[in-house]
Structures are given as structure tokens and as C-alpha cells.
T-cell receptor
Framework: ELKVEQNPLFLSMQEGKNYTIYCNYSTTSDRLYWYRQDPGKSLESLFVLLSNGAVKQEGRLMASLDTKARLSTLHITAAVHDLSATYFCAVDMLAGGGADGLTFGKGTHLIIQP | NAGVMQNPRHLVRRRGQEARLRCSPMKGHSHVYWYRQLPEEGLKFMVYLQKENIIDESGMPKERFSAEFPKEGPSILRIQQVVRGDSAAYFC???????????FGPGTRLTVT
């Protein structure tokens, strides 16, 4: 069974600081996704990482994938209040030898304080 | 190009009633996925469908839950004899093909009273 673990699950940080969210998964997969969810809303796709060593950046967010370590990171640079949300990583089970649904981590609740 | 559409957005049912949740995929997408999100949890995969076929239902509860994606019309997730534990947000996603990126709908928030 594919397992996806995120940490931390809760993160409170000040504006202007940097921080990293980690996503570990248990079986081989070359496809990893990061999503943002605001309270009561749907999921917004942030990054799609498709190969080992992939690095993508959008604004203050940067995501990377190390398939050998089965680890992805989401790095936040100089955080601003608007980035407060819950962030999920998800792994494609088909790529991990399973079904075609995504397996999600539990999410990281990020609060950025002025 | 409209995104994934779900309706209703909010649904309240009493225990024992039936709930029907609808999902219209993005134009050109023939693959539909249903996920359930309990409060303060991540999304859990339920079922994967293509037109007229259930491809993988490994995440579906064995009883009371069923899903279909007919040749015409939206995909439907049906929950019979709802119980309080069924209260959750149900998200539908669609993709153009196997292992392509999935695009999520706004979700249906089911409350069982």
C-alpha cells in the first residue's frame, strides 16, 4: 500500500521567513503533485513533478523531487500572508505500480502571521 | 473552457436518505475520479471511471456506495441510506487520459443530520 507522509502537519511562521515542507512516499513513483487548498475551497494545482531531480518555481514557492530518496520538498521563500493555506502533496499510484487514483498526504496547515 | 463541474455544492440529508452527487468532467476528458475528504484530513481515493466502465473501485466502501459514468451525462456518486459518518466533502477530478494530470472540481459538501 502506497503511503504518503507530510511534515510538518501544522506550521505557523512569520512573514519574511523561509521554510520547507517535506513529503515522503513509500513506493516507487515518478509523478508527484503539490496542491493548495483554502478553507472550504477546492484544490488548486501548484506543481507537477514528473522526473527525478525536477525543480519547479512559481513566485515564492519552489518544489523539487528526488525519486531515489522518495522525497519531495516545497520551499517557501520570504513568506507573505496570502500564502496561508493547506498544502497537499499527492503521488500517482499508477506510477507506483498501483491504481490510477492519487494518494494524498494529510496536508500541511500553514499560517503566516504578519 | 469550463472546468470540472459538480452539483450540488452543498447537500443536506437525514440519516437513511439517499445522496446523489454529480460530476461533469472538463471538455475532452473521459476519465473521472472521485475522492472523499473528511474534516482536517487529506483526500482519499474512492473510484476511477471511464465512460460506461468502472476501472478501479478499490477505495469505495463495500456497501451503500456506488458510482457510474454513463455514455451520456455526468458521473454520479450515489450513497444509499446515509449515516453521519458519510458527512464529508466529495471531490471529483477529471483527466484526458490515464496518468494525465487530474483537474479537481469545487466539491460537494455533504452533511448528514
Amino acid at each position: 500500500e502506497l503511503k504518503v507522509e507530510q511534515n510538518p502537519l501544522f506550521l505557523s511562521m512569520q512573514e519574511g521567513k523561509n521554510y520547507t515542507i517535506y513529503c515522503n512516499y513509500s513506493t516507487t513513483s515518478d509523478r508527484l503533485y503539490w496542491y493548495r487548498q483554502d478553507p472550504g475551497k477546492s484544490l488548486e494545482s501548484l506543481f507537477v513533478l514528473l522526473s527525478n531531480g525536477a525543480v519547479k518555481q512559481e513566485g515564492r514557492l519552489m518544489a523539487s523531487l528526488d525519486t531515489k530518496a522518495r522525497l519531495s520538498t516545497l520551499h517557501i521563500t520570504a513568506a507573505v500572508h496570502d500564502l496561508s493555506a493547506t498544502y497537499f502533496c499527492a503521488v500517482d499510484m499508477l506510477a507506483g505500480g498501483g491504481a490510477d487514483g492519487l494518494t494524498f498526504g494529510k496536508g500541511t496547515h500553514l499560517i503566516i502571521q504578519p | 473552457n469550463a472546468g470540472v463541474m459538480q452539483n450540488p455544492r452543498h447537500l443536506v440529508r437525514r440519516r437513511g436518505q439517499e445522496a446523489r452527487l454529480r460530476c461533469s468532467p472538463m471538455k475532452g476528458h473521459s476519465h473521472v475520479y472521485w475522492y472523499r475528504q473528511l474534516p482536517e484530513e487529506g483526500l482519499k481515493f474512492m473510484v476511477y471511471l471511464q465512460k460506461e466502465n468502472i476501472i478501479d473501485e478499490s477505495g469505495m466502501p463495500k456497501e451503500r456506495f456506488s458510482a457510474e459514468f454513463p455514455k451520456e451525462g455526468p458521473s454520479i456518486l450515489r450513497i444509499q441510506q446515509v449515516v453521519r459518518g458519510d458527512s464529508a466533502a466529495y471531490f471529483c477530478a477529471s483527466s484526458p487520459g490515464t496518468s494525465d494530470e487530474q483537474y479537481f472540481g469545487p466539491g460537494t459538501r455533504l452533511t448528514v443530520t
